[in-house]
């Protein structure tokens, strides 16, 4: 499984934009990149997931490119709530993937 | 209720005495997980099972055993519990293999403390 680094705390304010990077330099080439949010005191949950290139939901954007080695996910104009720690996994989707996360970015988003 | 639930929320044990967490899913996704989370620390897969009567090491599996006889259930036993697994447990399910946009869903945890 591809090694991934994320910086370990961000600050932010409210109503910034937050942009976390991972770099991870030895993707495979049937590697996805997957991030999850962690809330203190609950399980990860799933944010969004991309191959290369770009990809947007209603709650982030993942940001890819062309060599893959790294990725930033980007949360636009966050919240108090947006404070969590936010976890960057490569691996394959298929079978075979054991999830295995690394130690986050913790982010706090400041009034 | 459909969903992911494990079971207790909270648990105290003495060391050396025997535990198992529940961890049970309404999906019946293919695959299911448990981790560990220390204080301040990341994730740490513990066993996982890619089907019922299928389950394979993650990183942290001494001291662990597992079973999924079911594959809506996939309990975790610690066998003689130490103060070192004392931790927050997390169960997760995910669908079938090869399907683009998979995503794993997690339960609430089980907080364990081992005195």
């Known amino acids: 499984l591809a090694k991934t680094t994320q910086p370990i705390s961000m600050d932010s304010y409210e109503g910034q934009e937050v942009n976390i990077t991972c770099s991870h330099n030895?993707?495979?080439?049937?590697?996805?990149i997957t991030w999850y949010q962690q809330f203190p005191s609950q399980g990860p949950r799933f944010i969004i997931q991309g191959y290369k290139t770009k990809v947007t939901n209603e709650v982030a954007s993942l940001f890819i490119p062309a060599d893959r080695k790294s990725s930033t996910l980007s949360l636009p104009r966050v919240s108090l709530s947006d404070t969590a720690v936010y976890y960057c996994?490569?691996?394959?989707?298929?079978?075979?993937?054991?999830?295995?996360f690394g130690g986050g970015t913790r982010v706090l988003v400041k009034p | 209720d459909a969903g992911i639930t494990q079971s207790p929320r909270y648990k105290i044990t003495e060391t050396g005495r025997q535990v198992t967490l529940m961890c049970h899913q309404t999906w019946s996704h293919s695959y299911m997980f448990w981790y560990r989370q220390d204080l301040g620390h990341g994730l740490r897969l513990i066993y996982y099972s890619a089907a019922a009567d299928i389950t394979d090491k993650g990183e942290v599996p001494d001291g662990y055993v597992v079973s999924r006889s079911k594959t809506e259930n996939f309990p975790l036993t610690l066998e003689s519990a130490t103060r070192s697994q004392t931790s927050v447990y997390f169960c997760a399910s995910r669908v079938d293999r090869g399907v683009v946009g998979t995503e794993a869903f997690f339960g609430q945890g089980t907080r364990l403390t081992v005195v």
């Open positions: 030895n993707i495979a080439t049937n590697d996805y």
């Open positions: 996994l490569v691996g394959p989707v298929a079978a075979g993937n054991k999830l295995t």
